[in-house]
């Protein structure tokens, strides 16, 4: 049979707001939890999703036989938290090309309005396959968002107390190599903080002099990911960093212990098997 031109639309209204629902598009954990009709599912591990006019987005869905569903595209329009475009090619794909829109409108109180329209260049047989598919996704979609949100949904931030800014300072950015993000400077005095990104908390130094009551260091360490504990070690190690014993081997996970300049408990960490 030729492949034709076939469009599919889909309209439902979410209880949800239209940021959560945009997060639920755009991030990959959250994308995970609902991707596929019944029957499908889609490890985090499996999603790629660079979200910017140009980025790449791929993912492969699994069922229970084990068959696989990949689905590969390009963003092509990206306006938060409102409306994404999304361009498939032929080449790997079920279909002959495929281009796919995403509109969410707010209709106010906790509500959205989710308006899917996407056109496939297939036959009439696989349209009405792909129509049933997508459905049985936007199902699972309305579901993921009609369940009890946690009240806590992350850690931004974890504060470590210092007695010496610039000291700390030069030890996260330098020895450690991570990005300082920002500085909290009042004109004309000594910084009360600063900021450094490492990918997945931001690690914020505070100065003792603004802390209440007695200086005390971290004695419960703070697990930094590493892709190799040892590597990483042997790398502090030569930028004159002392560890606390030898590497930890738990059964689940490689750890390496050590200070910062006071006193804080850091933790070198990866985990090398699964989460149960």
């Known amino acids: 049979m030729t492949a034709t031109a076939q469009e599919i639309t889909i309209t439902r ?6 940021e959560l629902v945009w997060k639920s598009w755009t991030e990959p954990d959250q994308l995970a939890q609902w991707w596929g009709p019944s029957g499908w599912s889609t490890p985090v591990s499996a999603v790629t999703m660079d979200v ?3 980025g790449v987005f791929r993912l492969v869905s699994t069922n229970e036989d084990g068959a696989e569903m990949p689905v ?18 032929a080449e790997g794909a079920w279909h002959d090309g495929a281009v796919s829109e995403l509109r969410l409108i707010d209709l106010g109180g906790n509500r959205t ?41 992350g850690v931004d931030f974890v504060s470590i107390p210092t ?6 300072m030069d030890f996260y950015g330098n020895v450690l190599g991570l990005r300082r993000s920002s500085l909290w400077q009042r004109p004309g005095q000594e910084p009360d903080g600063a900021e ?51 590497i930890i081997d738990s059964g ?5 212990i050590f200070e910062d300049p006071d006193g804080n408990l850091l933790d070198l960490h990866h985990r090398y098997a699964p989460r149960a």
Do not use: W
């Not at 092509?76 to 409102?82: F, K, L, N, S």
């Not at 007695?163 to 700390?168: A, C, G, I, K, N």
């Not at 689940?252 to 390496?256: E, I, N, S, T, Y």
């Open 13 to 18: 209204v979410l209880d949800a707001p239209r």
């Open 52 to 54: 910017r006019p140009g």
């Open 72 to 89: 590969e595209g390009t963003y092509t329009e990206v306006v938060a938290p409102e409306r994404l475009v999304l361009e498939e090619p």
């Open 113 to 153: 309005e989710m308006r899917f329209r996407t056109t496939i260049n297939t036959t009439d047989e696989m349209r009405g396959n792909a129509e049933a598919g997508m459905n049985g996704t936007m199902d699972r979609l309305a579901e993921h968002l009609a369940r009890p949100r946690p009240l806590v949904t």
């Open 163 to 168: 007695r010496d800014m610039e000291r700390s």
């Open 196 to 246: 450094f990104e490492n990918g997945t908390v931001t690690i914020a130094l505070i100065s003792a002099r603004i802390l209440e009551g007695e200086f005390r260091p971290h004695s419960a360490p703070i697990a930094l990911r590493v892709d190799d504990v040892a590597g990483a070690r042997a790398t502090l190690e030569s930028r004159g960093v002392s560890f606390k014993g030898d």
């Open 252 to 256: 689940v996970c490689h750890q390496a």
